[in-house]
Nanobody
Framework: RAQLVESGGGSVQPGGSLILACTFSPSTRIKNCMGWFRQVSSGRREGVATLDTDGDKLYADSVKGRFTISQDNAKSTVYLQMNNLTRGDSAMYYC???????????????????WGQGTQVTVSS
């Protein structure tokens, strides 16, 4: 069964940038849709961005224009570029997959069955 491994989290000042990576293990050509989610300290989990196999992307309103989801099949990796970060972006970030679907078209985490372990992003001055 494929596993997802996130990396790239850390601490950054407001206005800064981070790029998160989510890599399939073992390496494989990504043939399914993927998503990034985040969970805040209260336990609430929200969808951030999704990427379908046809290239369609879906973003939460709170990150539109600041975050970009992309993938590199040669590296079996999905990325989340995060720019102009604010304190409200502080959370544990998870990547997730719908392994049997090419199109996700939803930010609802309940539809994703394969999850990584998460990587922490902290935005503070």
């Amino acid at each position: 069964r494929a596993q997802l491994v996130e990396s790239g989290g850390g601490s950054v000042q407001p206005g800064g940038s981070l790029i998160l990576a989510c890599t399939f293990s073992p390496s494989t050509r990504i043939k399914n849709c993927m998503g990034w989610f985040r969970q805040v300290s209260s336990g609430r989990r929200e969808g951030v961005a999704t990427l379908d196999t046809d290239g369609d992307k879906l973003y939460a309103d709170s990150v539109k224009g600041r975050f970009t989801i992309s993938q590199d099949n040669a590296k079996s990796t999905v990325y989340l570029q995060m720019n102009n970060l604010t304190r409200g972006d502080s959370a544990m970030y998870y990547c997730a997959a719908r392994m049997e679907f090419k199109f996700c078209r939803t930010l609802d985490s309940a539809y994703y069955e394969t999850w990584g372990q998460g990587t922490q992003v902290t935005v503070s001055s």
